[in-house]
């Protein structure tokens, strides 16, 4: 999926627009692409609050300002009245007699179906109960500078009420090209039109989106093809593409054998959730391995279970390393570093450098090779490190990279020096490859922000390496795969724990491919 800027979108929809003009067959005129963005963001919306209790979606409050961020309101308010019977209230900032073009015919056919107030400077009272769902369509991607006026207030109205809010292409307030947004709305879903904007991905953007869903306005397919992209996401569509048929004579051989290493002394939590990962993940075996005196047993019965050492072993050592490669026999994939501790030896991570096996990286590992950059030239598989922002740091300083870079700059420099595939995880988790290649993920939410959220991430997408996925793919369908699991957690987003996540990854399947 491409990422645009602001005038990228204009040029393409002036276009559109102008080939209409022309009566060409493809075209499409402003009316119909707002009506489309419209409608789309309505079924988008009603798809993200299905299944919430009663009392949280009584009734939709829907600002409109005066562009054609405000028709889009316009049409979403009439489709949410009509096609779904909600109880639906739009407040328009400017008079509807004000507006022009395409916004004004729109609100023109609205305002005979919605109950509206224009000319709005401020939310009465009763906009901002309890059960109420703010949809924004105040200021577009137009906006240059911070808010004032009506639209001030109102923003400041709306973070103060804590109410659930939808904003329509862009969260009311925020710059769509440079990410600037300190007095922006903050959304908890974004429905963003034909493209993402770049400045959703920068400084307050990542903070004020709230998910994003990306819906369609009928553009004609050879300008949706030709735009011309400032970045690069995965989104649905992406993911969709890279999964692939379950064979029908397939067996477990087919899918792969999986090696989890991790643990430590009592630290038994995060190697198990990444080996859960990797059964999820769809694996067609999966051994568990810790080190002889860790508190680990297995989680599950379809779990292989291996111990390296003695009971006197708290962690990983060297005089592991033969008994290594006996564990390595029929594997197609390895997981390394989930709780292994800061008194794991290097030698056993070696060894696994040392072989051509694709193998995932994570956590404790990933300090490991920070403070022993030099085992990594070793390796001749494809090799994944998944940092969060502390380990990232700790690698830079390893590799002897800039620290201090813009973050899609260090996980790009960090690739590019090491040869291996970077998740770099977070908000819009990063992907970059060694050819500099690099992509946002769309998916994900706070509901992941729980201790063993990225240990699942290593087990999904090492299950993936282990069924022969390429590496980078298998980075960025285990990233969406692993977001798309958080959006589907229906209890509060402050109470999933790592352990729902993981059990969430099949729903998580059946949300991209059912063919999975």
Request: glycine residues 14%; proline residues 4%; charged residues 20%.
């Amino acid at each position: 999926m491409k990422i645009v800027s602001v005038n990228e979108m204009r040029r393409l929809e002036a276009t559109a627009m102008k080939r209409d003009a022309n009566n060409r067959v493809d075209g499409i005129s402003g009316a119909d692409m707002m009506n489309v963005a419209g409608r789309g963001a309505a079924h988008c919306i009603m798809d993200w609050i299905e299944g919430w209790p009663a009392r949280q979606r009584q009734r939709f409050v829907v600002l409109a300002g005066k562009g054609n961020n405000g028709g889009d309101a316009w049409v979403a308010a009439r489709v949410l009245d009509q096609t779904f019977a909600m109880d639906v209230t739009l407040y328009s900032v400017c008079d509807i007699d004000d507006l022009t073009g395409d916004a004004k015919y729109h609100a023109d056919i609205a305002n005979h179906a919605v109950n509206a107030y224009d000319g709005v400077n401020e939310l009465p009272p009763e906009a901002l109960e309890g059960g109420t769902i703010i949809v924004d369509g105040l200021l577009g991607t137009g906006l240059k500078g911070a808010p004032k006026g009506a639209y001030k207030r109102i923003i400041q109205q709306v973070n103060e009420s804590s109410l659930p809010v939808v904003s329509l292409d862009v969260p009311s307030g925020l710059d769509a090209d440079t990410g600037d947004g300190a007095e922006a709305i903050h959304a908890d879903l974004t429905v963003t039109m034909c493209f993402p904007k770049q400045g959703m991905f920068l400084k307050d953007g990542p903070a004020v989106c709230g998910r994003v869903e990306v819906v369609g306005i009928d553009l004609p397919m050879d300008l949706f093809d030709g735009a011309k992209p400032v970045g690069e996401a995965i989104g649905a569509d992406d993911a969709r593409r890279l999964v692939t048929r379950r064979c029908g004579d397939g067996y477990k051989g087919t899918y792969g054998h999986l090696l989890v290493m991790g643990g430590s002394g009592g630290y038994v939590g995060a190697p198990i959730l990444s080996a859960l990962g990797g059964v999820r993940g769809g694996a067609g075996l999966v051994t568990l391995c810790v080190p002889g005196g860790c508190l680990a047993n297995p989680p599950l019965a379809s779990l292989i279970f291996r111990r390296l050492g003695t009971a006197a072993d708290g962690c990983f050592k060297a005089s592991m390393a033969e008994d290594l490669y006996t564990l390595l026999y029929n594997k197609t994939a390895v997981a390394y570093g989930p709780g292994t501790g800061d008194e794991a030896e290097p030698q056993i991570l070696e060894k696994l450098l040392e072989t051509d096996l694709p193998l995932v990286i994570d956590a404790d590992g990933l300090r490991l090779l920070a403070k022993h950059p030099q085992m990594l030239p070793r390796k001749h598989g494809e090799t994944v490190l998944t940092p969060h922002l502390g380990e990232m740091q700790a690698l830079m300083k390893g590799f002897g990279l800039d620290g201090a870079a813009p973050k899609e700059t260090q996980a790009v420099e960090l690739a590019k020096r090491t040869g291996c595939v970077v998740v770099l995880k977070g908000r819009f988790t990063i992907v970059a490859e060694p050819n500099g290649r690099l992509t946002l993920n769309m998916s994900g939410g706070p509901a992941l922000s729980t201790a063993g959220s990225g240990d699942v991430l290593t087990g999904l997408v090492a299950a993936l390496l282990a069924q022969g996925m390429a590496t980078a793919d298998a980075a960025r369908l285990g990233v969406y795969l692993h977001g798309v699991a958080g959006y589907l957690w229906k209890g509060a987003k402050c109470a999933m724990s790592a352990d729902d996540l993981a059990e969430l990854i099949s729903e998580a399947w059946k949300e991209v491919s059912v063919l999975s």
